[in-house]
């Protein structure tokens, strides 16, 4: 008899990324040169004194279990970070250090949702957020936008969709944003926060990419430009995305003592803790600067202004500048219905520009908006030209 896989599982839906990625991985195996703008993470290594501070934790025997919330010393550095960017006030008990900011977010969710209840997703949206709400029988509830507000919600959308729900119990706000590039402004966040505490409704901060912010564009936290909003909100950052760190899995997310304690039982249960090494590597990345964060950000804005301008100059694409992270969301939607191919959604024009002009970006459906593409320009400057001269052949090929 084979084994039953649960109903959990079998409702988890494949990523509609895989079919393009690994098509990409079997291309770029036969032989074939792709040009991935598909990648999620920085192309540059982890600074030296990152890769130290490891070192030394090793020869130190610093390799045991650590208590489930992290050492207390990390912890401490995350409060200080949180008060010298954020100015943001938090102790050591109102942090939890995670294996990764994905799963610093599940434990969260873990620790607050219940089934039926109602998670608010702007869209496009972060591929794992819905499904994440999903395996734990909440119910995402999207909300869509489009090129025309910069890829944002406005408060009004916010205001008006949770007038027709029935259990409203958090809105996952993730700026900058992954796909869209998106950063909300101090005010744009103030008229949200108010939204949310007049309906009572908790605000996840998916702050991953913080630190990757360009032009006039500048970073807020929704409970410092509204101070109220600190009990109704869980902050989530961690190392990955500003220190080049995705691989050593460090994510950590703070909020009200009550939440922290109940997530750290939740991640006793499961992950125990964080690398012990992970760990110690991450407090000199946060205590320490050796500019580094600063030159990776310099060199992603000057790849932006490139990728950017380029794809604003193709006909009939629409791609506003994007002023974090290191994505680009153009909405090609445009291309669908006038092409001799038949590529009339995002899977399939993905697929036909990987297969003809060898290149390989994600579909937009898997961020819940079939208009768009997205380009990663956490690449070599080399490989962003010759990407954008295939990209440009392959639409022009649609006849
Ligand atoms: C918006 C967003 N949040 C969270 C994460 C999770 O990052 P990690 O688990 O590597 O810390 C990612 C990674 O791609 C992301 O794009």
């Known amino acids: 008899m084979p084994i039953t896989i649960s109903k959990r599982a079998q409702a988890i839906k494949p990523s509609p990324t895989m079919t393009v990625s690994a098509m990409a991985k079997k291309m770029t195996a036969e032989g074939y040169s792709i040009v991935n703008f598909g990648v999620g993470e920085p192309d540059f290594n982890t600074p030296e004194y990152i890769k130290q501070a490891a070192h030394q934790a090793i020869d130190d025997n610093f390799t045991r279990y650590t208590i489930s919330a992290g050492i207390l ?47 608010l997703i702007p869209a496009p949206y972060w591929v794992s957020y819905p499904s994440q709400v999903e395996m734990l029988d909440g119910k995402p509830i999207y909300l869509p936008t489009d090129e025309t507000t910069n890829f944002k919600f406005t408060p009004a959308q916010l205001q008006s969709v949770l007038k027709s ?31 949310c505490l007049e309906h009572n409704l908790t605000v996840i901060s998916d702050e991953i990419y913080e630190k990757l912010v360009y032009g006039e564009a500048r970073h807020y936290s929704i409970a410092q430009v509204l101070p109220p909003m600190r009990d109704n909100t869980i902050l989530i950052n961690g190392v990955s995305k500003a220190y080049a760190m995705t691989g050593w899995r460090l994510g950590y997310a703070a909020g009200p003592r009550e ?24 407090v000199a990345a946060l205590n320490h600067d050796d500019g580094s964060i600063e030159r990776m950000r310099c060199e992603f804005q000057k790849r932006r202004d490139f990728l950017v301008s380029e794809l604003q100059k193709i006909p009939l694409i629409k791609c506003p500048l994007p002023d974090g992270a290191f994505y680009a969301f153009p909405n090609v939607g445009r291309y669908y219905h006038k092409n001799k191919v038949g590529t009339n959604d995002s899977i399939r024009l993905c697929e036909y520009l990987l297969k003809e002009f060898h290149i390989a970006l994600v579909p937009g459906v898997a961020f819940g908006c079939d208009e768009c593409l997205r380009f990663s320009y956490a690449n070599s400057m080399e490989n962003l030209i010759e990407g954008i001269r295939r990209f440009k052949a392959g639409l022009e090929s649609l006849g």
Not at 76 to 98: C, F, G, H, M, W
Not at 104 to 109: H, K, W
């Open 73 to 119: 010393e990390l912890r401490q550095a995350i409060a200080e970070k949180l008060k010298r960017d954020n100015d943001l006030e938090y102790t050591p008990d109102e942090i939890i250090v995670s294996p990764g900011g994905k799963a610093a977010i599940i434990t969260i969710l873990t620790a607050i949702c219940d089934p039926g209840d109602e998670i």
């Open 165 to 195: 729900l029935a259990k409203p119990k958090a809105l996952i706000l993730n700026s900058p944003n992954n796909p869209s590039g998106a950063v909300y402004s101090k005010e744009e966040l103030l008229a949200i926060g108010k939204v």
């Open 259 to 282: 939440v922290i304690k109940k997530a750290s039982a939740v991640q006793e249960h499961n992950a125990s803790c964080v690398t012990s090494i992970t760990q110690k590597a991450a």
